[in-house]
């Protein structure tokens, strides 16, 4: 697969060289800095096809930016940068399944039993565990390791259902 253009790459354009390691503060800045220079008011009395493209490129602007700023939409972007996809039957080990279907009968449970202070429970254990899945990343992708940043970003969605699973089920409290 072909590198992305570098016309609407999200590195690109907000001026940051392609890594997972970014600097969050610097990130906002750039883009509120040409949110600025893109904002449709500059372009209020511009030709038609001028207020058009400027609009363009701010909605890829802020598609750039919505990429960059979370770490797994940023390391989704760099994996198929680099040519590898996740596709919608991926092979993951069976002992990691049968403990997320475990876990989700006793979510499934604790919510038809109104227990919001357990569903809250296995809502902080999940987090906790997403976090530290999260804190794997960088080394990952320090040392180049697509297959198992592959297989991390996979145990992440399924880790982020769960995690909306429990969002429904405290929201259905309120």
Do not use: W
């Amino acid at each position: 697969m072909a590198s992305p253009s570098t016309s609407s790459e999200p590195f690109t354009l907000l001026g940051f060289a392609p890594s997972f390691e970014i600097d969050l503060s610097a990130l906002e800045k750039a883009f509120f800095e040409k949110s600025k220079e893109l904002h449709p008011d500059r372009y209020a009395t511009a030709p038609a096809a001028e207020r058009v493209a400027a609009l363009s490129k701010a909605r890829a602007l802020n598609d750039a930016y919505q990429i960059l700023k979370k770490p797994v939409p940023r390391a989704e972007y760099l994996l198929q940068r680099a040519g590898v996809t996740i596709g919608a039957n991926e092979q993951l080990d069976p002992t990691f399944l049968m403990e997320i279907l475990e876990l989700r009968e006793e979510l499934a449970e604790a919510r038809h039993a109104g227990k919001a202070a357990e569903v809250g429970r296995l809502q902080g254990a999940m987090s906790t565990r997403r976090r530290a899945v999260l804190d794997k990343l960088p080394a990952l992708f320090a040392g180049s390791d697509l297959p198992a940043i592959k297989q991390q970003l996979i145990v992440l969605r399924y880790l982020d259902r769960y995690l909306e699973e429990c969002d429904a089920a405290l929201d259905e409290d309120d």
